[in-house]
C-alpha cells in the first residue's frame, strides 16, 4: 500500500461537494482574498493567494463534475492534476497555509475558502504529497498516542507534579465524572501550569472532573494531515473513553485545533451525535465567571493584548468569552485593530508548526511580522493567548526577532489571579 | 405638348418668380449650393420634356394616387404633368394595342434617352406568371424597357425593395428591381407611398445636371434619406427626456411624447417625412399621433410589429419554457451522472493507513 | 443582410435563441452545481445572532472592516460599476420596457441624460478595473483567458449601447443591432463562464454563513 496519485483524485472526488462547486462557480478572481492572508500579505508573493491554492481541487471539480469541463478535458483544453503539479502545490496547500480561515471571512462572493482547504488536504495526502513533519506527527499521534510521541507514564508524572503543586487531587479514570479533561502534548512538555491551573479551577468551582489514561491527548494531526479515516480513529479514542466514563462533558484544552477536531469535526468523523457535550475551556471559565465563581483576589497590571488563536475564536466560535475573561483579570487590557474573528493568526497553525524544513521556517518567521506590528503598535511588553500551538510558534518567532515580549496563557493567568 | 417647360409653366399662370423660388427650395432641400437654385432654374426653364415610361407591376396604385392626386396646384403636380409621359397604364387613355403601340413607339423614338420609372415588385415565382401586361411576364417587360433606358427609377417601397409583395412568406416570389437590372443607373425612391417632392427633386437633379443625385448604398438620394426619422422628429427632445407616451389616449400622448414605446421605427427609419411633411406640408404620421411604421426601409414589413418598440423583442421567451425544461433534463441527468461517479467513488473508499501516507 | 435586417433578426430569432440558451444554460449549470449536495453537519449547532446565511448573503456586499482601505480600487471600482450595470439595465426606459414585455412589470425610469452619466462612468469604472488587473500583481497573476474575456463581454453591451444612443461611430440602426447582439453574447457565456457568479455568488455566500453559522461565527 503506498500513496498515490489515483488515490489522491479518488478521494477528491469523494470530497467534492456542492458548496465547492458553487464556490468555484463564484471566483471572479478579484484576488481580494491575498489581502488577507497573512503569508501573502507579509512576502507579496501572488502564489499565496488563497485561492490559487485550490488550483488542484478546481481542476478536479471542473474535468470531473462538469460537462465543459469534462469535453475541455476530452479535446484536451484542459490541463490535468498529475503528481508534478501536486508537488509544486504541497508548499501552498501545507507550508504557506494555516487553515486560519481568515480569506473565507473577506471573499466578495462568499466563497470559504478554508472549508475548501481542508477537503484538498484529503487529495494531497492520499497521493503521497505532504511535508514530512505532519506525517510524522501523525504517525506518532495515531501509533504512540500523540504528536510528541509522549506516552501515560510520562504524562502521570505530570499529573503527580501538578497535583504535588496545588494539593489538590487529579482524578485519572474516575466514571461519571462532570468533565473529561483533555490536554494536549504541547501543554504536558512545555505548560504543565496549565494543568494546575485547572486542577484549582475545578476545585474553586466544585466541579468534579477526571483525566483518562487512554485518551488524554486532544490534538489530531489527523485533521491537519488531511486524512480522515486517521482524524476518525484519533478522535474515536476520546469517544470510546468518554462514553465509557460516562462523563458530561469533555473539556477541549487551550489548543485550537484540538477543538475543531473534537467539537466540531468529530461527530462528522465518526458518523453519529456523540452522547456527550464538548466544551472550550474558555466556554467553562466564562461561564464560571458569569455565575461568579471565578473571583479575582487582584488584577494583572501591566498592559496586555489578546492573540485570538484562529481554530477557537474565527473558526471554533467561541467570540466572546476570552475578552471578557481577560477584562476580569486584566487592569490595562488593549484590544487590538483585528481583533476577535479578525485576528491574525500567528502563523504555524494547521499542521505548519510541524514542518521544519529551512523554507519552512523562514516562511513563518517572514508572516510573524503581521503579528509583531501588532504587538508593536500596540506598545506592549505582554500578550496573551490560549492555544498552545499559538504560544510554541509564538516564542520562537520572539527568538527569531529577538523581542523581550512576554507570552501567557490566560487560563493560568486567571488561575494566578484567582481568589484563594 | 412640345417646347421649354418655363412656358408651359407660364401658360398655367406660374411666375417666373414663384418658378426660381421653388427651385431654390428644392436646391436647399437636396442640399445643393445656393448657386445651384439659378443653374436649377436655368436648366429647367429651359429643357425639353423628357420621355418618360412608367411601368407597373406588383404594386397597389399607391405610388402613383400620392404622386398625381394630392397636389393639383402645386409645382411638384405640374412638373410632373410637363414630363412626356407616353406610357402609364392607369393614366393613359388608351387601353388595349393601343397602349402598346404607344409604349412601343416610345421607346423607339427615344432609344437610350427614356427614363423609365417602375413601381411595384416584380415576381419571378412560376416564371413570372403571377403579373403579366398584354401577356408578357412584368420580368420580361422590365428587361425589354430597362434595354433602353437612360436611368431607372424605383418608385415606391415594392419596386425599391420587394415591399408587401416580398413580405413573409412572398408566394410570388417578388424582387426588387435592382435583383434584376444590374446595367443601368437606379435611383431607389422608397416610401409606401415615396414623397412626391423626393420625386420632382430627382427630375429636377437630373434634368439639370444630367445625371442622378449622389446616392447611398441602397441606391437612395442621399438628400433625402440622409437622415432618420428620429434625427429630424419634433418629439425628440421627449426621447431624450425619457417621456413617452405609453398608450394612444394617455396623458403622455395627448401632451405630444415621443412615440417610442409605442413602437415607432423613427430611429431606424431614413426618409424625409419629419422635414417635408405630406399633403403640402399639413402634417405628417407623427405630427398625427402614430408611430412611424419604417415603410421606406427595406422589409420593414417583416421587422417586428408596428406596435412593439424597438427594444423589445419581437417574441418574447418563444423557447422559455423548452430551453427551461431542456435545460432541467441536461442538468439532472449530468447530475445523476455525477452522484453516480461521488457515490461509487465513496463505496469503493479504502480506509487510508499510515502506510498510505508514504508514496 | 442590411442593417435593419440585422437589427429585425438581433430583436427576433436572435434574441429569442440568446435567452433560450441563457434559460437553458443557467437551469443545467444551477442542477449541476447544487444537485451535488452536502452533508449533514452532525456536530450540535451553537447559535449566535447575525450568523446565518441570509446574514452572509447580505453582509458580504459590504467591504469587511479594513479591506475598503487595503483595496479601494477593487471595492470602489466593483461598487461603481456594478451598481452602474444595475442602473443602466433596470431603469433605462427602453429597457424598462423589454422587461415589461418579458415579465408585464414595469416601473418609472430615470432621464436618458442621466443613464448617459451611468454608462459614461461604468465604463470609466471598467476600464480603472481592467488596469488593476493589468498592474497589480495578485490579479495579473490570478487572470486567465476567462477573466479577459468575461472583461470584454460585459463591456461591449455597455460600449455599443451607449454608442447607440449618442449616435456614435455607426448609424443608430446599426448600433442598436451591436448592441442588442451584444448582449445576447453576454446571455450565452454568462451560464458557462465565471459571469455565472452573477447567480451562483448567493448560494455561496449562503452555504458559507450557513456551514460558519452552524458554530456560531457571523461570517
Not at chain 1, 314 to 320: C, K, N, Q, T
Not at chain 2, 136 to 149: F, H, I, M, Q, W
Request: proline share 6%; charged share 20%; with cysteine.
Amino acid at each position: 500500500m503506498s500513496a498515490t496519485l489515483e488515490k489522491g483524485l479518488h478521494a477528491l472526488r469523494e470530497v467534492i461537494d456542492a458548496p465547492i462547486a458553487s464556490y468555484f462557480s463564484s471566483c471572479v478572481h478579484c484576488g481580494l482574498c491575498a489581502d488577507a492572508c497573512l503569508f501573502h500579505t507579509e512576502t507579496g508573493d501572488p502564489r499565496y493567494t488563497p485561492i490559487y491554492k485550490l488550483e488542484p481541487l478546481r481542476r478536479v471539480y471542473e474535468q470531473e463534475y462538469t460537462v465543459l469541463g469534462r469535453v475541455k478535458k476530452l479535446v484536451g483544453l484542459a490541463k490535468p492534476v498529475d503528481d508534478a503539479m501536486l508537488d509544486a502545490w504541497q508548499e501552498l496547500v501545507y507550508d504557506s497555509c494555516t487553515m486560519c480561515g481568515r480569506c473565507s471571512l473577506v471573499c466578495p462572493v462568499g466563497n470559504d475558502i478554508v472549508y475548501m482547504v481542508r477537503k484538498l488536504r484529503e487529495g494531497m495526502a492520499a497521493s503521497g504529497h505532504t511535508p514530512d513533519g505532519i506525517r510524522s506527527a501523525t504517525r506518532r499521534t495515531v501509533e504512540i498516542g500523540g504528536p510528541m510521541g509522549l506516552k501515560w507514564p510520562a504524562v502521570a508524572n505530570v499529573l503527580r507534579k501538578a497535583e504535588e503543586a496545588t494539593g489538590l487531587k487529579i482524578p485519572v479514570d474516575q466514571p461519571g465524572a462532570d468533565y473529561l479533561v483533555l490536554l494536549s502534548s504541547m501543554e504536558i512538555v512545555n505548560y504543565p501550569e496549565y494543568i494546575e491551573a485547572l486542577a484549582k479551577i475545578f476545585h474553586k468551582a466544585g466541579l468534579t472532573f477526571t483525566v483518562s489514561s487512554d485518551a488524554f491527548e486532544a490534538t489530531n494531526a489527523g485533521i491537519q494531515i488531511g486524512v480522515s479515516d486517521l482524524a476518525r480513529t484519533i478522535v474515536t479514542r476520546i469517544v470510546e473513553a468518554a462514553e465509557r466514563l460516562q462523563v458530561k462533558h469533555v473539556l477541549s484544552p487551550e489548543c485550537g485545533h484540538a477543538y475543531m477536531a473534537i467539537r466540531w469535526e468529530g461527530p462528522n468523523l465518526i458518523g453519529r451525535p456523540f452522547r456527550f457535550e464538548v466544551v472550550h475551556v474558555l466556554e467553562l471559565l466564562d461561564e464560571l465567571r458569569r455565575k461568579g465563581v471565578l473571583k479575582m483576589k487582584d488584577t494583572f497590571k501591566d498592559p496586555l493584548i489578546l492573540h485570538d488563536p484562529c481554530q477557537i475564536v474565527r473558526r471554533g466560535g467561541v467570540l466572546d468569552a476570552p475578552e471578557q475573561l481577560i477584562r476580569q483579570v486584566a487592569d490595562n487590557y488593549i484590544p487590538v485593530v483585528d481583533q476577535q474573528k479578525w485576528n491574525w493568526c500567528c502563523g504555524g497553525g494547521g499542521g505548519a508548526s510541524a514542518i521544519h524544513t529551512e523554507e519552512a521556517e523562514a516562511l513563518r518567521a517572514k508572516a510573524f511580522q503581521v503579528k509583531k506590528r501588532q504587538i508593536e503598535s500596540a506598545g506592549v511588553d505582554t500578550m496573551v493567548t490560549f492555544c498552545a500551538n499559538c504560544r510554541i510558534v509564538i516564542e520562537e518567532a520572539f527568538d527569531h526577532y529577538q523581542m523581550d515580549t512576554k507570552l501567557l496563557g490566560l487560563t493560568e493567568l486567571l488561575a494566578e489571579h484567582l481568589e484563594d | 405638348m412640345q417646347g421649354p417647360l418655363i412656358d408651359t409653366l407660364v401658360r398655367q399662370g406660374v411666375s417666373r418668380r414663384t418658378f426660381l423660388k421653388y427651385c431654390a427650395t428644392l436646391a436647399s432641400m437636396m442640399a445643393l449650393p445656393p448657386t445651384a437654385g439659378r443653374a436649377m432654374a436655368e436648366a429647367l426653364a429651359a429643357a425639353r420634356r423628357p420621355s418618360v415610361i412608367w411601368l407597373p407591376f406588383q404594386e397597389c396604385t399607391g405610388c402613383t394616387e400620392s404622386m398625381t392626386r394630392s397636389h393639383s396646384p402645386t409645382l411638384e403636380g405640374m412638373i410632373f404633368d410637363m414630363v412626356s409621359l407616353d406610357y402609364h397604364e392607369t393614366l393613359m387613355a388608351a387601353a388595349g394595342h393601343q397602349a402598346e403601340d404607344a409604349l412601343h413607339a416610345a421607346m423607339k423614338d427615344n432609344a437610350g434617352k427614356y427614363l423609365l420609372i417602375v413601381d411595384g415588385s416584380v415576381p419571378l415565382g412560376i416564371d413570372g406568371a403571377y403579373s403579366c401586361i398584354a401577356g408578357r411576364t412584368n420580368v420580361d417587360l422590365l428587361k425589354e424597357a430597362a434595354a433602353g433606358a437612360a436611368a431607372i427609377v424605383a418608385m415606391g417601397s415594392c419596386a425599391a425593395f420587394g415591399g408587401i409583395p416580398k413580405a413573409k412568406p412572398n408566394p410570388t416570389g417578388a424582387v426588387a428591381i435592382s435583383d434584376i437590372v444590374k446595367d443601368k443607373p437606379i435611383v431607389n425612391v422608397p416610401g409606401c407611398p415615396p414623397i412626391p417632392v423626393v420625386m420632382t427633386g430627382v427630375l429636377a437633379h437630373y434634368l439639370t445636371f444630367g445625371r442622378l443625385p449622389d446616392l447611398d448604398d441602397k441606391l437612395r438620394p442621399t438628400a433625402f434619406y440622409g437622415e432618420t426619422i428620429h434625427d429630424r422628429c419634433y418629439r425628440r427632445p421627449f426621447y431624450d427626456q425619457g417621456k413617452f407616451a405609453r398608450t394612444f389616449d394617455d396623458e403622455g400622448a395627448r401632451r405630444g411624447w415621443c412615440l417610442f414605446e409605442l413602437g415607432c421605427k423613427g430611429p431606424v427609419t431614413h426618409n424625409a417625412c419629419a422635414t417635408t411633411k405630406w399633403n403640402g406640408g399639413t402634417s405628417w404620421p407623427v405630427e398625427s399621433g402614430h408611430g412611424c411604421l419604417g415603410c421606406s426601409e427595406p422589409d420593414f414589413w417583416d421587422a417586428g410589429g408596428f406596435y412593439k418598440a424597438l427594444s423589445m423583442p419581437a417574441d418574447p421567451l418563444k423557447m422559455g419554457t423548452a430551453a427551461a425544461a431542456v435545460g432541467a433534463v441536461a442538468g439532472v441527468a449530468v447530475s445523476v451522472a455525477n452522484r453516480a461517479k461521488k457515490h461509487r467513488a465513496q463505496a469503493s473508499h479504502e480506509t487510508t493507513t499510515l502506510a498510505d501516507l508514504e508514496k | 443582410m442590411d442593417d435593419l435586417q440585422l437589427l429585425t433578426w438581433a430583436r427576433g430569432p436572435g434574441l429569442d435563441l440568446a435567452l433560450g440558451i441563457f434559460v437553458l444554460g443557467v437551469v443545467w449549470r444551477l442542477i449541476e452545481v447544487y444537485a451535488l449536495g452536502r452533508k449533514r453537519d452532525l456536530a450540535p449547532a451553537r447559535h449566535r445572532t447575525g450568523a446565518s446565511g441570509l446574514h452572509t448573503v447580505l453582509r458580504r456586499s459590504m467591504p469587511p472592516p479594513g479591506m475598503l482601505k487595503t483595496s479601494p480600487v477593487s471595492y470602489i471600482g466593483g461598487f461603481v460599476f456594478h451598481i452602474g450595470l444595475a442602473i443602466i439595465v433596470l431603469l433605462f426606459a427602453p429597457h424598462i420596457l423589454l422587461i415589461k414585455s418579458l415579465t408585464g412589470l414595469s416601473w418609472p425610469g430615470l432621464p436618458s441624460q442621466f443613464i448617459d452619466m451611468v454608462a459614461v462612468l461604468t465604463m470609466i469604472a471598467m476600464l480603472v478595473i481592467l488596469v488593476d488587473r493589468i498592474n497589480k500583481p495578485v490579479k495579473r497573476f490570478l487572470s486567465t483567458f476567462g477573466d479577459w474575456f468575461a472583461w470584454v463581454v460585459t463591456f461591449l453591451p455597455v460600449l455599443t449601447g451607449w454608442m447607440a444612443v449618442q449616435h456614435l461611430l455607426l448609424p443608430y440602426t446599426l448600433m442598436l443591432a451591436l448592441h442588442i447582439l451584444s448582449v445576447e453574447l453576454l446571455l450565452v457565456v454568462l451560464p458557462f463562464t465565471k459571469l455565472f457568479h452573477a447567480i451562483t455568488l448567493f448560494g455561496s455566500r449562503w452555504y458559507s454563513g450557513k456551514i460558519n453559522a452552524h458554530k456560531g461565527v457571523p461570517v
